[in-house]
């Protein structure tokens, strides 16, 4: 594994807990004033527009009833949509900042969540008491991964479900990256690590079943500027979407997991 840090530590915990405390996911695309409605409606439509994969794999209207824990809510925007499918919902962030925005969040969209400031590697909640965990993009800047997936693991209920994404080391992202010199998102957070596919399966065998789908491929960036942005968005992104997925899948930057208790 691509470890930059140590095992977690009360040092690391709060260094990742001020860092994110300072930030916001996907800041720098949005043009309205933090907490507003509209800020809230334009990181929605960014994030879906990136991540144009999601609803495909992960069906937000299929855990009516069902109560579903987000560990990293963030601002809300994934949890938002599966309270709108009808789940029972509970997020929870390191970040004070972050549960902030989240509940103003649900406030303009009039649902409800149970949303609190925790650690996700020390879930305070009672084994076996959600249908279903998700934690996408919080994997892997926590410090000590395997013990957050063990903790998403003893909350589930038997036969649960995990939803969980990593960074693909050997992915195109990360590859293009070394090779242009273009920073990562978040690169300088005090833990960034990168998974193979097979070491995502290694820190999920305590799971009874497991599938791996390696997704996120191109698309043109709002983010980045000059002529690397427009040598990316012209030709990088046109050229890798003509080459069959079947050729490229394990390249995916994003290694989804879904993975039963």
């Not at 800020?39 to 209207?61: C, H, M, Q, T």
């Not at 925790?118 to 000590?144: K, S």
């Not at 833990?191 to 497991?210: D, H």
Request: aromatic share 12%.
């Amino acid at each position: 594994m691509d470890e930059r840090n140590s095992p977690a530590s009360s040092e690391t915990i709060s260094k990742i807990k001020a860092y994110w405390n300072e930030r916001i996911h996907d800041l720098s695309v949005t043009r309205h004033p933090v907490g507003t409605k509209e800020f809230f409606d334009e990181l929605a439509e960014y994030r879906f527009d990136k991540l144009r994969y999601l609803p495909g794999l992960v069906d937000f209207s299929d855990y009516s009833g069902k109560k579903l824990l987000e560990i990293g809510c963030g601002t809300g925007i994934d949890l938002i949509r599966f309270a709108e499918g009808g789940a029972v919902v509970t997020g929870v962030d390191l970040s004070e900042t972050a549960i902030s925005l989240a509940r103003k969040n649900f406030e303009f969209r009039k649902l409800k969540a149970d949303l609190r400031v925790m650690n996700g590697e020390t879930l305070i909640f009672p084994d076996d008491t959600f249908d279903i965990v998700y934690a996408h993009g919080v994997l892997q800047y926590t410090a000590d991964i395997q013990r957050m997936i063990d903790e998403a693991r003893r909350v589930l209920r038997p036969g649960g479900e995990f939803i969980g994404m990593v960074y693909n080391r050997k992915g195109w992202l990360n590859t293009l990256s070394k090779w242009f010199k273009v920073e990562l998102e978040h690169e300088d957070a005090p833990v960034l690590n990168t998974y193979t596919i097979n070491e995502l399966r290694r820190l999920l065998l305590r799971f009874s079943k497991v599938k791996i789908t390696p997704e996120r491929f191109p698309v043109k960036s709002r983010l980045h500027k000059g002529v690397k942005g427009f040598l990316y968005n012209t030709f990088f992104v046109g050229l890798f979407n003509l080459i069959p997925r079947t050729l490229v899948r394990r390249t995916g930057w994003h290694i989804m997991a879904f993975a039963i208790k």
